[in-house]
């Protein structure tokens, strides 16, 4: 099991940064993928982006060029630098991790409201 607490999000006008991070514990030396998600209402949880232990990253189309994630292997963490906000990337963010085995753990999900 992976404990998953996350940090930042919040409001934002369009064209602003927001910075996500997210620490797991647990079985930590097991993760293998870690990423973001989001849901906005009425909408289905899709992937924004995610990186492997060996760096493999992949983002969704709508947010390339404009966010990006990152991971230290040794503090745990992975981070979402959210630049030029759209009223679109409105949602609820949450975390996770795929540990070796596939097991995957989610945090609790941190709002971000893109809004003038």
């Known amino acids: 099991q992976v404990q998953l607490v996350e940090s930042g999000g919040g409001l934002v006008q369009p064209g602003g940064s927001l910075s996500l991070s997210c620490a797991a514990s647990g079985r930590v030396f097991q993760i293998y993928t870690m990423g973001w998600d989001r849901q906005a209402p009425g909408k289905q949880r899709e992937l924004v982006a995610r990186i492997t232990r060996d760096d493999r990253i992949d983002y969704l189309d709508s947010v390339k060029g404009r966010f990006a994630i990152s991971r230290d292997n040794a503090k745990n963490t992975v981070h979402l630098q959210m630049n030029s906000l759209k009223p679109e990337d409105t949602a609820i963010y949450y975390c996770?991790?795929?540990?070796?085995?596939?097991?995957?753990?989610w945090g609790q999900g941190t709002q971000v409201t893109v809004s003038s």
């Open positions: 996770y991790t795929v540990v070796y085995g596939g097991e995957t753990s």
